[in-house]
Every structure is written in C-alpha cells, then in structure tokens.
Nanobody, 125 residues
Framework: QVQLVESGGGLVQPGGSLRLSCVAS????????VAWFHQAPGKEREFVAT????????YYADSVKGRFTISRDNNKNTVYLQMGNLRPEDTGTYYC??????????????????WGQGTQVAVSS
C-alpha cells in the first residue's frame, strides 16, 4: 500500500521560512517524479514544483521561483520543499504527489498517481 505523509506546515509571518517534508512508503521512491501542489482556500489545486526521477531536474511555478526549493533524498524516501520569503498568498494546503509524467505534462494534478493528505501552511502577521 502506497502511503505519502507530509509534515512541516505551520503558521509563519510574511517573509518567513518553512521546510515541508514528505515521506513515501510502499513503492520504489527513486522510480518516481515527486511534486508539490498548493491549494489555497476556495481555489483549485495548483502545481508548485517537481523533481524528476531521471536526472533530478527541477521545475517550478513562476510564483515560487527564487523562493522555494524542492529536493529529494532517495535513501530516505523523502522529498522536501524549502519555502522562503513566504507571502500571505502562499497560505493553504500543500500536497506531495508521485507519478511519472512526461516532461510536457508535469503541471496537471491528473499526471500524478499518488497523493498525501496535505499539510497546512498559514502566512500571516
């Protein structure tokens, strides 16, 4: 049974930082691309970042480039999202997802097969 468990969310002031983690089990983690998605209250789930299973290349949404960094540790079956210079619009639920999308299809949530339950991030003063 595949399981993804996110952690690291919380309340942070604008300009602050958080590091999210997602631990996977029940599959061969290194064989999958991993992505983070963000769902703001009342909005659709949106792509944030992904790290490929081949070569480890990373891709980001324009809204987080230069502020967020995605990384993975295949020995620990874990993906991280280092979030910096946080803004109120970063508030919401963050989900990790695993899949093997082709490069031209990394942004839709439908491209990923396995999902975690999410971790809450609130950016507020």
């Amino acid at each position: 049974q595949v399981q993804l468990v996110e952690s690291g969310g919380g309340l942070v002031q604008p300009g602050g930082s958080l590091r999210l983690s997602c631990v996977a089990s029940g599959l061969t983690f290194r064989d999958y691309s991993v992505a983070w998605f963000h769902q703001a209250p009342g909005k659709e789930r949106e792509f944030v970042a992904t790290i490929r299973w081949t070569g480890g290349r990373t891709y980001y949404a324009d809204s987080v480039k230069g502020r967020f960094t995605i990384s993975r540790d295949n020995n620990k079956n874990t993906v991280y999202l280092q979030m910096g210079n946080l803004r109120p619009e970063d508030t919401g639920t963050y989900y990790c997802a695993l899949g093997r999308p082709i490069l031209s299809n990394i942004r839709p949530s439908s491209a990923y097969n396995y999902w975690g339950q999410g971790t809450q991030v609130a950016v507020s003063s």
